[in-house]
Nanobody
Framework: QVQLVESGGGLVQPGGSLKLSCAASGGTFDRYNMAWFRRAPGKDYEFIATISESGATPVYAESAKGRFTISRDNAKNTGNLQMNDLEPEGTAVYYC????????????????WGEGNKVTVSS
């Protein structure tokens, strides 16, 4: 098990950028694949991106390609999601997750979750 805490959310204008971070503790972070999901009000969880244990292989949802970048620093036990050109539809609670299944894109494939961090995209 690993504990995850997200940070970096807040209010951003449409077209703006925001970087989310995920701090891991209590486990061996580099043995887990890491992912980011989001959940907009009234909607289900949406997969954004995942990255392999070593950080060598990122995989993105179509909606995130070209605008979002997932990364990790195993030496610091942290993961990041750089979000550019944000749209109002990006308003959601963003979650980082860690799991054993590589390239998982559904919530059931991740057993460790942070509490979430709210991002509001509005002018």
């Amino acid at each position: 098990q690993v504990q995850l805490v997200e940070s970096g959310g807040g209010l951003v204008q449409p077209g703006g950028s925001l970087k989310l971070s995920c701090a891991a503790s209590g486990g061996t972070f580099d043995r887990y694949n890491m992912a980011w999901f989001r959940r907009a009000p009234g909607k289900d969880y949406e997969f954004i991106a995942t990255i392999s244990e070593s950080g060598a292989t990122p995989v993105y949802a179509e909606s995130a390609k070209g605008r979002f970048t997932i990364s990790r620093d195993n030496a610091k036990n942290t993961g990041n999601l750089q979000m550019n050109d944000l749209e109002p539809e990006g308003t959601a609670v963003y979650y980082c997750a860690a799991g054993r299944i590589q390239f998982g894109n559904v919530t059931e494939e991740y057993e460790n979750w942070g509490e979430g961090n709210k991002v509001t995209v509005s002018s």
